[in-house]
């Protein structure tokens, strides 16, 4: 090379320095990017689940905790009431039958929104107690099996809770299944979720295309805020399967 | 000055990802098999090279052949990573602008025996910009650390070794007064982006997920 080539060829090469840092500032700053962009997303789900979850809370304790009682009250208060007309006994009766019934569906609402046992029992008895009641309103036989769960962390064990429920109810709703199976295991230091059904099926990426829906969307804001990863594998008649994985950290 | 052997050498370290990715090719993700093709031709076509070198001194006609298989097959590569979801004609546009664009360079304003820069450069282009699309997709959707994302890493790889490639076929282009030598030395600047980006891409082939039973809904 002479004296003009080596000139230009000097300039290539820092040209090609500078070039290099670019890149790998380009490159860092995307991972970085990312990285708080994942941070940012997964404090606001949080944020948003632990909020619902304490109004669920809040709304459950004061329905079991003041208008049971109050309704309570009533019926005691109008059963001591001493009649002589038997059209009014009729009347009393009624009502104290409505105030059951509205105690009973109090005491059922207040169990959907946070069920007693699931923070006095865990996680394996209310679902042990949930799923023969579902089974009772619904066509759908529940197989729930289970192995070595033992205490979880309060939050994991609602968020599991939450997307066994929705799991069910997604069964129950969509996909025409007779039968629905749900594995909850603990080999090693994860909690592995495995569900599946014999219904229908779905195409999931035309479903996604056209749109997600909001249960699939809270399943897995639910297991990305446990740091978990859901998995879902479905077809056409072939029933929907579902793996969640959750770390014990 | 970097000596010929060297060079052939360096220029082997495709070998990485080629052999990782040849041992991993059944279990793999069938959406990054084309990746794995492209290094396994690039092995190919890099012995070819040697063997012509040594033969005719020349290995033009094979590097010209070979620039549209890697356009096409990286691409495809992008279309299985969804950059074309929901437009498809934009894919077949592509293939068919690449395949226009290379007739029209290699064929009819240059021949394929001479060294032809343009599509070089225009193909560089079209692959940086595919993987700034993607690489900003996955900034928002990548879910894990993007340093074990294969797709993340492979985009990384390209628009590295693209850029330079670009940059260094505008040497060729607009063909200096320069000697063997210079051309040589600019050269030499590619060969190591190409080693240290067959690198990023072994390590890239380790982490490409296996074939999935399950379905990742994000």
């Known amino acids: 090379m002479d004296t003009q080539e080596t000139k230009v060829y000097i300039a290539a090469l820092i040209a090609a320095g500078v070039l290099g840092i670019i890149l790998i500032y380009f490159i860092i700053t995307m991972i970085r990017q990312q990285r708080k962009t994942q941070r940012l997303n997964l404090e606001k789900i949080e944020a948003e689940i632990r909020t619902l979850e304490k109004e669920r809370k809040r709304i459950a304790s004061d329905l079991h905790d003041d208008l049971g009682p109050l309704l309570s009250a009533i019926k005691f208060k109008i059963n001591a009431v001493d009649l002589i007309n038997d059209d009014d006994k009729l009347l009393i009766e009624n009502a104290s039958q409505h105030i059951d019934d509205t105690l009973n569906r109090v005491r059922e609402i207040s169990f959907d929104l946070m069920p007693n046992t699931l923070i006095r029992k865990g996680l394996v008895q209310t679902l042990e107690e949930f799923i023969p009641k579902m089974e009772k309103l619904v066509s759908l036989k529940i197989h729930f099996t289970h192995k070595d769960i033992n205490e979880l962390p309060t939050e994991m064990t609602i968020n599991i809770y939450r997307i066994v429920l929705e799991i069910i109810n997604n069964t129950v709703k969509h996909s025409q299944a007779n039968n629905l199976v749900i594995q909850l295991t603990k080999p090693g230091k994860k909690i592995v979720l495995l569900t599946s059904d014999d219904g229908i099926g779905f195409d999931y990426e035309k479903k996604k295309e056209e749109n997600p829906g909001l249960g699939l969307k809270n399943l897995q804001s639910r297991a990305e805020i446990m740091h978990g990863e859901l998995l879902i594998n479905t077809q056409r008649g072939k029933g929907v399967k579902y793996s969640i994985e959750i770390p014990l950290l | ?218």
């Not at chain 2, 010209?64 to 990573?81: G, S």
């Not at chain 2, 226009?100 to 060294?115: A, G, V």
Request: hydrophobic residues 60%; positive net charge; contains cysteine.
């Open chain 2, 1 to 218: 000055m970097l000596s010929y052997n060297v060079a052939v050498i360096l220029g082997y370290s495709v070998l990485i990802p080629a052999i990782i990715g040849l041992i991993r090719f059944s279990q793999i993700n069938t959406a990054y098999q084309p990746f794995i093709l492209f290094c396994v031709l690039d092995v190919f076509n890099h012995t070819l090279s040697v063997v012509l070198i040594n033969v005719y001194h020349a290995n033009t006609i094979n590097s010209n052949i070979f620039i549209l298989i890697e356009a096409v097959l990286f691409v495809i590569l992008f279309r299985n990573w969804g950059v074309f979801k929901r437009r498809s004609v934009v894919f077949y546009l592509m293939l068919a602008v690449v395949a226009l664009f290379w007739i029209i360079d290699n064929l009819i304003w240059h021949q394929l025996n001479t060294i032809n820069s343009l599509f070089r450069i225009f193909y560089s282009f079209i692959l940086i910009f595919l993987s700034i699309e993607q690489m900003n997709v996955l900034i928002s959707s990548a879910k894990k650390n993007l340093l074990y994302n294969s797709c993340f890493l492979i985009c990384c790889g390209i628009v590295i070794f693209y850029s330079y490639k670009a940059t260094i076929e505008v040497f060729f282009l607009i063909k200096l007064k320069a000697s063997i030598s210079f051309y040589s030395s600019i050269f030499i600047i590619l060969i190591f982006v190409n080693l240290f980006v067959n690198l990023i891409f072994g390590w890239a082939v380790l982490w490409i997920p296996k074939k999935p039973k399950f379905i990742s809904p994000h």
